[in-house]
């Protein structure tokens, strides 16, 4: 975050732990609406996303949602089922220490970290969402029926 643009992200998601019946739980509204959001609206560029610790059942759901994602998100999810799988797609030095990476931060750190430049920027997003348009000032131009229409089009 502090080195400026960078070519994009790797998110890694490690569900040790999870089964069956958080999968079941989800709310599939919600979920939809989240993948909708965070392939069309987030200005974020995703190099990858990997899913460390995964189950054999995470091929099924990624099979079910694989309606609601584009090609091109699909091919950058990666399911692993270890972590040690996982230190051939990402070199240690960029893992957490307690998912056994060489990163001088653990996975809290880098939450808390994420969370202090949020609220650092936070006041950019605060300004803009009080800014609004102001409609009177816009320069109105008459409308003219036969150009402002393709009823009338003549085709020759």
């Known amino acids: 975050m502090e080195q400026g643009i960078c070519s994009g992200y790797i998110f890694i998601h490690d569900i040790k732990g999870y089964n069956f019946n958080h999968i079941a739980g989800m709310n599939t509204s919600l979920f939809k609406q989240f993948l909708y959001f965070s392939q069309e609206i987030i200005p974020l560029k995703v190099k990858s996303i990997y899913v460390i610790n995964g189950h054999n059942i995470l091929h099924l759901v990624k099979a079910i949602v694989k309606p609601f994602l584009k090609k091109?998100?699909?091919?950058?999810?990666?399911i692993?089922?270890?972590?040690?799988?996982?230190?051939?797609?990402?070199?240690?030095?960029?893992?957490?220490?307690?998912?056994?990476?060489?990163?001088?931060?653990?996975?809290?750190?880098?939450?808390?970290?994420?969370?202090?430049?949020?609220?650092?920027?936070?006041?950019?997003?605060?300004?803009?969402?009080?800014?609004?348009?102001?409609?009177?000032?816009?320069?109105?131009?008459?409308?003219?029926?036969?150009?402002?229409?393709?009823?009338?089009?003549?085709?020759?």
């Open 72 to 78: 091109e998100v699909m091919d950058m999810v990666h």
């Open 80 to 156: 692993k089922s270890n972590v040690k799988d996982f230190f051939d797609c990402v070199h240690k030095s960029f893992i957490p220490r307690d998912l056994g990476g060489t990163s001088p931060f653990s996975r809290d750190d880098l939450n808390e970290l994420t969370k202090a430049k949020v609220n650092e920027l936070s006041f950019a997003v605060n300004e803009e969402l009080h800014l609004k348009t102001n409609e009177n000032k816009r320069i109105r131009r008459e409308r003219n029926e036969d150009t402002a229409s393709f009823k009338k089009l003549e085709i020759d």
